[in-house]
Nanobody
């Protein structure tokens, strides 16, 4: 069993930046797919960034150019750099990682944007 623990959320002014971290309790060097999702109250969970084991990234149009996903295998950590935060970005942000057929979710970290 692997645990994923997010951190880095908080309150930021519109236009500001936050970097979210997701630390895994095990090695992420063999992770085949990792991603960040967000879920706002009353809305469906939304994929905001993904990173394959081969290094390919993908972003939806709503965050492309503002969010960047990355990983540091030595620290067993994945990151989500969020710049130019907007009023539509507040949500609980969750990390997701898959090792072959095994997949895990973090518990989420709250991001709030103040205008």
């Amino acid at each position: 069993q692997v645990q994923l623990v997010e951190s880095g959320g908080g309150l930021v002014l519109a236009g500001g930046s936050l970097r979210l971290s997701c630390v895994a309790s095990g090695s992420i060097s063999s992770v085949s797919y990792m991603a960040w999702y967000r879920q706002a109250p009353g809305k469906q969970r939304e994929l905001v960034a993904s990173l394959t084991g081969g290094g390919s990234t993908s972003y939806p149009g709503s965050v492309k150019g503002r969010f960047t996903i990355s990983r540091d295998n030595a620290k067993n950590t994945m990151y989500l750099q969020m710049n130019s935060l907007k009023s539509e970005d507040p949500a609980v942000y969750l990390c997701y990682a898959r090792w072959g057929l095994r997949a895990y979710w973090g518990q989420g970290t709250q991001v709030t944007v103040s205008s």
